[in-house]
T-cell receptor, first 116, second 111 residues
Framework: DVKVTQSSRYLVKRTGEKVFLECVQD?????MFWYRQDPGLGLRLIYF???????EKGDIPEGYSVSREKKERFSLILESASTNQTSMYLCASRNSGSGLNTGELFFGEGSRLTVL | DAKTTQPTSMDCAEGRAANLPCNHS???????VYWYRQIHSQGPQYIIH???NNETNEMASLIITEDRKSSTLILPHATLRDTAVYYC????????????FGSGTRLLVRP
């Protein structure tokens, strides 16, 4: 089975802490994405990456950064966590190869972050 | 803003077909119809997508009307594990990662 694995299902952090959310995919996908999901707001795109060392801002990048040093791994970093970053964070990946691109996204299980 | 309209909730009996409608009257020629579902506390799961022809895979069938203004997702033999929120999205394939989920349809499969 293809798989997107997020490092932590549940995290509790304090305001001001640095938070790392890790995501690994085993499908050799070029594209990877980080979203957050909040009630009533749906999924919002934070950052995405077309390929290794490439990154693009999504709709709500403020307060976040990302790292893609290896193709299979895409990390989301909260430099100084704040209470309004309490949310469910979802990682996804997608193949972008010509002829193979179905547009289908594969999601991880999600990481529920609580910032106190 | 979501470009699709779906009923808020539906239910069906286990073993029966579940037919989930979606209206997308402003769909553009290059936009596909994608369906995802999300089981409580899990990440969304891709189900199926189509452009204008009907599509079928191991999970479901997608029926798109000839004018492409609406579609129906069919789960042929619903099980209790199909209880989830189902999202219909329209998007060009290359920007399909911009998942503008509407409210979705909460499907409850009854024993």
């Amino acid at each position: 089975d293809v798989k997107v694995t997020q490092s932590s299902r549940y995290l509790v952090k304090r305001t001001g802490e640095k938070v790392f959310l890790e995501c690994v995919q085993d499908m050799d996908h070029e594209n990877m994405f980080w979203y957050r999901q909040d009630p009533g707001l749906g999924l919002r795109l934070i950052y995405f990456s077309y390929d290794v060392k490439m990154k693009e801002k999504g709709d709500i990048p403020e307060g976040y950064s990302v790292s893609r040093e290896k193709k299979e791994r895409f990390s989301l970093i909260l430099e100084s966590a704040s209470t309004n970053q309490t949310s469910m964070y979802l990682c996804a990946s997608r193949n972008s190869g010509s002829g193979l691109n179905t547009g289908e996204l594969f999601f991880g299980e999600g990481s529920r972050l609580t910032v106190l | 803003d979501a470009k699709t309209t779906q009923p808020t909730s539906m239910d069906c009996a286990e073993g029966r077909a579940a037919n989930l409608p979606c209206n997308h009257s402003t769909i553009s020629g290059n936009e596909y119809v994608y369906w995802y579902r999300q089981i409580h506390s899990q990440g969304p799961q891709y189900i199926i997508h189509g452009l204008k022809n009907n599509e079928t895979n191991e999970m479901a069938s997608l029926i798109i009307t000839e004018d492409r203004k609406s579609s129906t997702l069919i789960l042929p033999h619903a099980t209790l594990r199909d209880t989830a929120v189902y999202y219909c999205i329209v998007s060009p394939m290359d920007s399909s990662y911009k998942l503008i989920f509407g409210s979705g349809t909460r499907l409850l499969v009854r024993p």
